[in-house]
């Protein structure tokens, strides 16, 4: 799924009808409703997200940032409110999308200062705010500390797949989100805990793995 062109792979809108009918099916308990109210709406997701096209951010990212609120959608939408689901989801999406853009301008003020970066000599954890203070340190191992943390978070958005990087950024709370557990995540994306156990668990082996390639 790459740039424009995928918008081709999303499933075709839901009628009113269609629409309709899965939502009572929905607030009978099935997940498979739910699952088709999500799917057939992805192709809103791609059209909110592409009115944030910019350079330095891929449109597979921005999409999957968006699914996190159309999920909410799916989840909170009252249809006795006489609007479509469509239009609650578009706000949602775009609320979605916002929200991380304002934590990333808050993250890039903090994360050099209190992102934990390791452990020293007596295994305590250290971040870069303990570097910093500690005058005795050389300048060049401050930059390399400072290094590690940015190429943890380029292998982050480089190297995992867009569901593992839904994965790590809620259940670790990246970019100054929210933290979600492990059974939170299963329920917005409706599979199962020990599913997304698994998921977490490859996409961490994959971040260690290429760290310690590039180191």
Do not use: V
């Given at each position: 799924m790459?740039?424009?062109g995928c918008l081709k792979t999303f499933q075709k809108p839901l009628t009113p009808q269609e629409e309709s009918l899965y939502?009572?099916?929905?607030k009978e308990g099935d997940l498979a409703a739910r699952n088709a109210l999500i799917e057939r709406n992805m192709r809103l997701v791609a059209h909110v997200a592409k009115k944030y096209n910019l350079a330095d951010r891929d449109l597979e990212?921005?999409?999957s940032i968006g699914t996190i609120g159309l999920i909410k959608a799916v989840n909170t939408f009252n249809p006795g409110k006489g609007s479509r689901l469509a239009t609650y989801a578009a706000k949602c999406?775009?609320?979605e999308i916002l929200m991380m853009f304002r934590a990333e301008k808050k993250y890039g003020r903090e994360i050099s200062l209190f992102e934990p970066i390791g452990t020293d000599k007596e295994?305590?954890?250290i971040n870069l705010l303990d570097v910093i203070e500690t005058d005795e340190r050389d300048i060049t191992e401050r930059v390399s500390l400072q290094q590690d943390v940015q190429r943890l978070y380029d292998i982050f958005e480089h190297c995992l797949k867009d569901k593992e990087k839904l994965v790590i950024r809620m259940r670790y709370g990246l970019y100054g989100q929210?933290?979600?557990?492990?059974?939170e995540i299963a329920a917005y994306l409706g599979i199962s805990r020990s599913y997304v156990s698994r998921i977490e668990k490859k996409a961490l082996e994959k971040l260690k793995k290429e760290f310690e390639r590039r180191g």
């Open positions: 790459t740039g424009y939502l009572t099916r929905l990212d921005m999409i999406i775009d609320n295994g305590n954890e929210k933290e979600y557990t492990q059974r």
